[in-house]
């Protein structure tokens, strides 16, 4: 069975903290992603990967960075977070070329 | 551009009763399509999914989807609901290397 995990289930940061959400898979895919999900505006990809230390902004990058040094983990950071950021951020890992999206459980951050 | 559109953004049904939550999607290429469930507080798990071949896709948990290429629908069926169904379902597309998420469709389930 694939496997996507991520480093916390629920975050409480307070406004102007850098944080960082880690997510790790263990398929040996090449195709990394991180998503936010918001009531009613259903997903929304903030940056993905195709590969190691490649990184590509997706619809909604702003206030975020992401680093992918291995295959396994891609990293998103916010510099500054804000109260805006609150949310679910979803990670996801899928093969090169038609395959199954794979998404880990969730990170459920609140920025007070 | 791709999209994918869920024409419904709350369906509730009482356990037992068929449900149907629709979708539609916007492509001049070739098109793949997904049906995810997401529980509450967990992450999205594929339901079901259309590549080529027969247009009636079987996915777990009784669910099944008719692609419809003249209506450009892939809608999402279930004959008999139960209450562990309640859930998030998501409709996606995959074009271009690239997957796009409907908005979502709050399903619940009234005993």
């Known amino acids: 069975d694939v496997k996507v995990t991520q480093s916390s289930r629920y975050l409480v940061k307070r406004t102007g903290e850098k944080v960082f959400l880690e997510c790790v898979q263990d398929?040996?895919?090449?195709?990394m992603f991180w998503y936010r999900q918001d009531p009613g505006l259903g997903l929304r990809l903030i940056y993905f990967?195709?590969?190691?230390?490649?990184?590509e902004k997706g619809d909604i990058p702003e206030g975020y960075s992401v680093s992918r040094e291995k295959k396994e983990r891609f990293s998103l950071i916010l510099e500054s977070a804000s109260t805006n950021q609150t949310s679910m951020y979803l990670c996801a890992s899928r093969p090169s070329g038609l395959g199954t999206q794979y998404f880990g459980p969730g990170t459920r951050l609140t920025v007070l | 551009a791709q999209s994918v559109t869920q024409l419904d953004s709350q369906v509730p049904v009482f356990e037992e009763a068929p449900v149907e939550l629709r979708c539609n999607y916007s492509?001049?290429?070739?098109?793949?399509l997904f049906w995810y469930v997401q529980y509450p507080n967990q992450g999205l798990q594929l339901l079901l999914k259309y590549l080529s071949g027969s247009t009636l896709v079987k996915g777990i948990n009784g669910f099944e989807a008719e692609f419809n290429k003249s209506q450009t629908s892939f809608h999402l069926r279930k004959p008999s609901v139960h209450i562990s169904d309640t859930a998030e379902y998501f409709c996606?597309?995959?074009?271009?290397?690239?997957?796009?998420f409907g908005t979502g469709t709050s399903l619940t389930v009234i005993p």
């Open positions: 492509s001049s290429v070739s098109v793949y």
């Open positions: 398929m040996d895919h090449e195709n």
């Open positions: 996606a597309s995959f074009t271009g290397n690239q997957f796009y």
């Open positions: 990967s195709y590969d190691v230390k490649m990184k």
